[in-house]
Nanobody, 121 residues
């Protein structure tokens, strides 16, 4: 069982930056692929970025070059550095964990409660 708690969301102007954090419980954090997803009002939850246990990463085309995923296994924490934010990045951002997962929601059995990111124009 893995419990996940996101933090760091908020209101930011277009072009600004935010860093999201996801604190995980348990001793096996380093074994999991950790991912970030987001869901805007009226839209499906979509993949943002993921980092595998070997530190291999995936990024959605819409955020590549602007968002960077990282993890600190000693602190059981996942991060998402978001730069050059756009109004279309506005969404609830969710942290997720899954063994051997990649970019697909069904691969992640563990989810946090989400943190709101709002980007004003």
């Amino acid at each position: 069982q893995v419990q996940l708690v996101e933090s760091g969301g908020g209101l930011v102007q277009a072009g600004g930056s935010l860093r999201l954090s996801c604190a995980a419980s348990g001793r096996t954090f380093s074994m999991y692929t950790m991912g970030w997803f987001r869901q805007a009002p009226g839209k499906e939850r979509e993949f943002v970025a993921a980092m595998r246990r070997n530190n291999g990463t995936y990024h959605a085309d819409s955020v590549r070059g602007r968002f960077t995923i990282s993890r600190d296994n000693a602190k059981n924490t996942l991060y998402l550095q978001m730069n050059s934010l756009k109004p279309e990045d506005t969404a609830v951002y969710y942290c997720a964990a899954g063994l051997g997962a990649t970019m697909f929601k069904f691969e992640y059995p563990y989810w946090g409660q989400g943190t709101q990111v709002t980007v004003s124009s």
